[in-house]
């Protein structure tokens, strides 16, 4: 995947950026992990593809499922306490010979600026799916193409703010400082913003189709073989 993203700060960063320590203490709400949930049946398998350090996978095995996590950062997986599988790989290059009830793509990653690097991540959720999994990916949606400089938020003691905010048509990059505990974190990333007609080609062009949005936001949605 062509590098979208560098960051720098205080513990462990991953080649894309991301502070290791932070990413430990980011929680799933309840809300969406019952989201999540429903999309599998009961003791079902999952893949969660671009795990970090767990905020998805530990809730989701707590819950009774089959979790495979796979990222490609031993940190992030070196966080995850649950009884979740753990493979160290990047998404594009996963080969499981495996299939799965539900695929996880969390995290903004489908925002990825090259498409050929959004054909690999869908490639990647296709081939690991039974013939009656779904895929739920996470994105961003419109309001990533508002002027985001200044913007700050605070939550469960993790303070972050935007600075040098651009855009470029459906493209935008920021820096993101983060602070928490003591500690001090920044990145720097570019995502495309892409709308339901974008998401609806680039699913048909590997063999799957848009079903439907699965929260209100709407971030997540799903997807299931064409």
Partial sequence: MAKFASGSGDG???DDGCAVELYRRLKASADEISLLAALAPRSGSI??????????????????????????????????HGSAIRIQSSIEALELGAFFDLVLLSSYLF???????????????????????????QVRGPGVLRDLNGFERESDGIRDWVEGY?????LATMTVRT?????????????????????RRELADQGL???RWLDDAPEWFVAGRA
């Avoid at 350090?53 to 095995?61: I, Q, V, Y």
């Avoid at 600026?113 to 990916?137: N, Q, S, T, W």
């Avoid at 602070?179 to 998401?199: C, H, N, P, V």
């Fill in 12 to 14: 462990a960063i991953t």
């Fill in 47 to 80: 893949l969660d593809l671009g795990a970090g350090a767990g905020r998805l996978a530990d809730p989701l095995s707590r819950d009774g499922f089959t979790v495979t996590a796979v990222d490609q950062s031993a940190a992030m997986l070196a966080e995850i």
């Fill in 166 to 170: 651009r855009r470029d048509g459906p």
């Fill in 111 to 137: 925002n990825t600026p090259a498409l050929e690097d959004r054909r690999a991540l869908l490639a990647a959720c296709a081939r690991h799916l039974k013939p009656a999994g779904v895929a739920a990916i």
């Fill in 209 to 211: 189709a848009f079903e």
């Fill in 179 to 199: 602070e928490w505990e003591g500690r001090r974190s920044s990145q720097t990333f570019t995502q495309r913003y892409l709308d339901e007609a974008d998401l």
